[in-house]
């Protein structure tokens, strides 16, 4: 099965960089290059999903849906 690749904002301005969607499993991932604080709380607080970092020091590997 392949997953589909999105972005989402908010009319306010939030934003995640990346929402993989594969079936009914969906997840969230912001993407930055340093360990900078992300605040993810408007995407959370409406579809009731965590928003994973991926960062140097974070890599994305093994990730599971």
Same mark, same amino acid.
């Given at each position: 099965?392949?997953? *589909?690749? !999105?972005?989402?904002?908010?009319?306010? *301005?939030?934003? #995640?960089?990346? @929402?993989?969607?594969? *079936?009914?499993? @969906?997840?969230?991932?912001? @993407?930055?290059?340093?360990?900078?604080?992300?605040?993810?709380?408007?995407? /959370?607080?409406? !579809?009731? =999903?965590?928003?994973? #970092?991926?960062?140097?020091?974070?890599? =994305? /590997? *093994?990730?599971?849906?």
């Amino acid at each position: 099965r392949q997953a *589909g690749l !999105y972005f989402w904002r908010s009319r306010g *301005g939030s934003e #995640v960089d990346l @929402i993989v969607k594969e *079936g009914e499993k @969906i997840a969230a991932f912001e @993407i930055k290059w340093s360990g900078e604080k992300v605040s993810s709380r408007a995407f /959370t607080e409406r !579809y009731h =999903l965590p928003v994973r #970092v991926v960062n140097s020091a974070h890599p =994305l /590997t *093994g990730v599971e849906l």
